[in-house]
């Protein structure tokens, strides 16, 4: 293959990234302090990647509020304190060429739970043992999990606020670009979908009203950051009838084109307990292939793309046009550079760190 796909540089808004193949947040609850404020290991485990030969690598949700956090060793950006840290990783990551952005996130219901680690337990965790009051749309918890609060219309507003300021915060120590995460379901996508969504304000009720949230939080971003690339995570399915699908997903997005936003990352899921998910090899790119047919916003890939060939086939064949990996990166955060050669893409060897010159990729 002279000159796969894959390893051609992508544009997003004024951003050149040098491939397609990019990085998913994912969750580490590695914050031991329980204080937001990232430390050693999410510098290297960020930094590899970089060095891996990744386009665009996106940190993991990373909470706008302190409530906002999934677990309590969850990193944050909602106070200055937390940006030192952060501004090691985004200047490893320019270090080894690689462009780096966040994942912006409130977890609304399925916060304040344990690390999702071997050896803790599962659930919430007790206010008495650090957890936090959880807030969401409705009261409706999520599966055992511990009922949230409703918002308040009034307080809506305040989480737009906080994810403005968390974009500001992340645009002044370099990030690339910003991930608003309205997927998995965690607070954007709770608003999103009719299953947690019972509310009978604006912020409720049809399409427009469900999506108003996630619509007001891009508007508001734009509007402070005119050049900041803006990515969205939706889940573009529940898997259930009568949830947040594939047609709202679609009418999102157009709509998300028109409030400034850059590219939809496609992913499924995470709002309902038990949903029948047909897992298996791009069981998720149909779902990228319908948002992309719209023409409204590039589209991103995701979930068990696992090899070169099947990653190249889904933007040869106009699925998407970028493809991001997850749990191959832990096992091998050099895959990018092992794929590049594997495809004999023209970059390879300019992805190779001149100390790794002497591996064979």
């Known amino acids: 293959m002279a000159d796969p796909l894959l390893f051609r540089p992508f544009t997003l808004r004024d951003l050149e990234i040098r491939n397609r193949l990019w990085v998913a947040p994912m969750c580490q609850y590695s914050v031991d302090a329980e204080d937001g404020v990232v430390g050693d290991w999410h510098l290297q485990h960020l930094g590899g990647f970089a060095r891996g030969g990744a386009g665009l690598v996106f940190m993991e949700a990373t909470a706008v509020t302190p409530e906002g956090r999934i677990s309590p060793r969850c990193p944050g950006i909602w106070d200055d304190a937390q940006l030192p840290p952060l501004r090691r990783i985004v200047d490893a990551a320019h270090a080894h060429g690689a462009k780096i952005g966040v994942q912006l996130a409130h977890a609304g219901r399925k916060g304040s739970t344990h690390p999702s680690l071997p050896g803790f337990p599962e659930g919430s965790v007790p206010e008495a043992e650090g957890g936090w009051e959880t807030v969401a749309p409705s009261a409706v918890p999520f599966g055992g999990y511990a009922t949230p609060r409703a918002l308040e219309t009034a307080e809506i507003a305040g989480v737009v606020q906080a994810f403005v300021d968390g974009a500001s915060r992340a645009a002044s120590v370099g990030f690339d670009a910003v991930e608003i995460h309205a997927a998995h379901g965690y607070l954007v996508h709770e608003f999103l979908s009719p299953f947690s969504n019972e509310r009978t304000d604006e912020y409720g009720g049809d399409l427009a009203g469900r999506a108003r949230l996630l619509r007001e939080i891009v508007r508001a971003v734009r509007a402070e950051h ?30 998300l084109a028109e409030d400034g936003a850059d590219l939809v990352d496609a992913s499924t899921a995470g709002n309902t307990p038990g949903a029948p998910i047909p897992v298996g090899p791009s069981y998720q790119v149909p779902l990228a292939a319908e948002l992309r047919r719209s023409g409204a916003l590039p589209v991103g890939a995701v979930g068990l793309i696992t090899s070169a060939q099947q990653a190249e086939g889904i933007l040869a064949t106009g699925q998407a046009d970028v493809v991001s990996l997850g749990r191959p990166l832990l096992a091998n955060p050099h895959l990018p550079i092992s794929w590049a050669h594997e495809l004999r893409a023209p970059a390879a060897e300019a992805l190779v760190p001149p100390q790794y010159a002497r591996a064979r990729f």
Do not use: H, K, N, Q
Not at 231 to 246: K, P
């Open 226 to 255: 005119p050049t900041l690339p803006i990515v969205v995570r939706l889940s573009a399915t529940e898997w259930i009838d009568g949830g947040f699908d594939g047609a709202e997903a679609t009418r999102v997005t157009e709509w």
